[in-house]
DNA sequence: GTAAGTACACACTAAAAGGTAAGTACTATG
DNA sequence: CATAGTACTTACCTTTTAGTGTGTACTTAC
């Protein structure tokens, strides 16, 4: 194990740690991934297509406005396939694309561990709220 | 696979899907580990014990405000160990509780992912920026 | 005919998050 | 003796994020 990040090879660095510089790209996408929504939003669809007040129901205390612009974020980033019928009223379905079902799998490991370890986390908290 | 989210059991949907619910205590440590900082602190901490000053290098734009208020907020969640020594100039060294390592290896499992798939998710972004 | 549902967009406002700069108390280094 | 480093805190201000309410164009149910 290493206890200095000194210690690591340099390949290793660029592979494994290039979100902790403040300029990879790959931080505009966890920001994506990890924001208030984008969780809960990927873990929604992560068991099945919705349509969008489905999805609003489905995320507790979302906003229109907010689940729209969580939703275009992630298509925008390849994660979420939006399928519009023409129809009227409107009838949409948000569905996840393979490389957002690989992604939802890794949200769901963290959702799941915190879900799953509340008890111990709530139990190590000092006091209070 | 299910893909319409009303043919799963109501105990699976309890453990497995409580986040979704607004009122949950897991959004809340959710929200702490998922914040801007939160992620890169818990991976940056994965790789072994820092110091304060370290861990602001390591963690490419944050600053000291936000640093020391994350390293609060996931010490008192009982994911961080902090050991201060009393001796001047002051020397603290901050490092994982086994709960904390637990975590950071989901983190890892979500940012490792976007990292080694960043070439694939920016292809499949349409244009620009 | 009125209300509700569909999938949003837009404008306005409120709240939260985050950055900057300064201060602390003391030491080691040049 | 001035500067830099240690680990923060506090005050102030800007930026980002999010909520609220409204409108659209049309249909179905009451």
Redesign the interface.
Known sequence: ?????SN?GLADKM????????????RK???H????WG??VL??LG????RFA?LRR????VSEKMLAQTLQCLE???FVKRIAYPVVPPHVEYSL?P?GE??SI??E???????E??P???????VSE
Request: charged fraction near 20%; aromatic fraction near 2%; charge should be positive.
């Open positions: 194990m290493t206890t200095n990040p690591t592979r494994r740690g290039a979100v902790l510089a403040a300029a990879c790209p790959s996408i966890l920001n991934v990890t924001s208030r969780v809960l873990l929604a068991r099945g297509t919705h489905e489905a995320v507790g205390g925008a980033d390849g694309t490389l690989e992604l890794r949200v490991g963290l959702t799941d561990w915190i879900e370890n509340l111990r986390i709530m139990e190590s908290r000092p």
